[in-house]
C-alpha cells in the first residue's frame, strides 16, 4: 500500500501538472455524450485521471470501475487491469491469483 501511495505521488504530480486539450487532445475521447470539451476540462484533475482509468478498465474489464482514485486502487486489482489495457504484451492478470494484498502489490 505505501508503495501505490509513492506511485499515486509521481503519477499526479505528472499528469496533473498541464492537463488540458491542447496539450492532450487525446482527452476527447474521455468525453461522453452530449459532453462538451468545456465541461470536461472544468472537472478537477482527479476526477479526469478517474476518467481516464475508467475508459482505459472497460477495455479489458466489464465489472472494475472506481469511483476513487485513492481508495479504490488499494486492493491492487483496478491497478493490475489499468497496467493490463495499458501495457497489454508485458503484463497479464496474475497479480490478482494473490489474496494477500501485501504480497499482491509486491508482484506488481
Same mark, same amino acid.
Given at each position: 500500500q505505501a508503495?501505490?501511495n509513492?506511485?499515486w505521488?509521481v503519477?499526479?504530480?505528472?499528469?496533473?501538472?498541464n492537463?488540458?486539450? /491542447?496539450?492532450? @487532445?487525446?482527452l /476527447?475521447m474521455l468525453? $461522453?455524450?452530449?459532453?462538451? *470539451?468545456a465541461k470536461?476540462m472544468?472537472?478537477? @484533475?482527479?476526477?479526469?485521471?478517474?476518467r481516464?482509468? $475508467?475508459? #482505459?478498465? =472497460? =477495455?479489458?474489464?466489464? #465489472?472494475?470501475?472506481i469511483? $476513487?482514485? &485513492?481508495?479504490?486502487i488499494?486492493?491492487?486489482? *483496478? &491497478?493490475?487491469y489499468?497496467l493490463?489495457a495499458? *501495457?497489454p504484451g508485458d503484463?497479464?492478470l496474475? @497479480?490478482? =491469483?494473490e489474496?494477500?494484498?501485501e504480497?499482491?502489490?509486491?508482484?506488481?
Amino acid at each position: 500500500q505505501a508503495q501505490l501511495n509513492v506511485d499515486w505521488q509521481v503519477i499526479s504530480a505528472g499528469l496533473m501538472a498541464n492537463i488540458n486539450l /491542447k496539450s492532450h @487532445p487525446g482527452l /476527447k475521447m474521455l468525453l $461522453n455524450e452530449g459532453e462538451t *470539451a468545456a465541461k470536461l476540462m472544468s472537472k478537477t @484533475p482527479e476526477d479526469l485521471l478517474v476518467r481516464w482509468v $475508467n475508459f #482505459h478498465l =472497460r =477495455r479489458v474489464c466489464d #465489472h472494475k470501475q472506481i469511483k $476513487n482514485f &485513492y481508495k479504490d486502487i488499494q486492493d491492487g486489482e *483496478a &491497478y493490475t487491469y489499468l497496467l493490463t489495457a495499458l *501495457a497489454p504484451g508485458d503484463t497479464d492478470l496474475l @497479480p490478482l =491469483r494473490e489474496t494477500d494484498l501485501e504480497d499482491r502489490m509486491d508482484i506488481l
